[in-house]
């Protein structure tokens, strides 16, 4: 049992698997509850709802597609009855979390490929985060996921990297806007992680995961509790004057 007791609450998207779920249970083991989103894997929720039960937490998990904004209206209603069931009447922190994967060139990517990556990675967060702003204390804090791609280019990346580097700039025009009520806005950007993001590629497919490991300083692939956790710290009082910043967290991905 966490001896935290002031009870924070964590709203974060995607959080039945991989980066969301590992966040989830790293701000559990600290004694933050939370509200975490998921598509359709309920099963999945479930066992994330144990685990963080288990480690002496409490946390909703509510269904949420974040490329639907018109379903922000109904979720935004939904966050309040499960603040409710927590004791609480705002969140404290969002971690905008939930993502798609695309591999496509630049030549060969559609139309409709463009529109999907923009409604789940810029038009969600940008319109959800709105809707949210409402129920976020004032000196509260959001973290938004980017990628180490906005830094380094691999082919077949182009259209998910270009709207996650409209992520950081949101970021920082949050940051600006937010400031008056004391909320820290910050984009903490993965490197290749071994989830099952992309099909599982960087866990699964050996070559992919030896190419990685040859290209980051510390030798190895990402794993998610090299993210998780990293976010939580950075929601903790200890982060409370980092702003405004874009936090690569890649072992040293292509130095």
Known sequence: MSQTTDHHVALVTGGSRGLGRS????????????????????AAAEEVVQRVEQAGARTVALPLDTSDTNAFPAFVTAVQDALATLGRERIDYLVN?????????????????LDALYQVHFKGVFLLTQALLPLLRDGGRIVNLSS???????????AYASMKGAIEVLTRYLAK????????VNTVAPGAIATDFSGGLVRDDANVNRQVAGVTALGRV???????????????????WINA????VSGGMML
């Open 148 to 158: 180490g791609l906005t830094r380094f280019s691999f082919p077949g990346s182009a």
């Open 97 to 113: 979390n939930a993502g798609t994967s695309h591999h496509q060139s630049i030549a060969e990517t559609t139309g409709d490929e």
């Open 177 to 184: 806007e937010l400031g008056p009520r004391g909320i820290a």
């Open 23 to 42: 966040t989830v249970l790293a701000l559990a083991a600290r004694g933050v509850d939370t509200i975490f989103t998921y598509v359709a894997n309920r």
């Open 245 to 248: 910043q874009r936090i690569e």
């Open 222 to 240: 990402g794993e998610p509790e090299d993210i998780g956790p990293m976010i939580a710290s950075l929601l903790s009082e200890s982060g409370r």
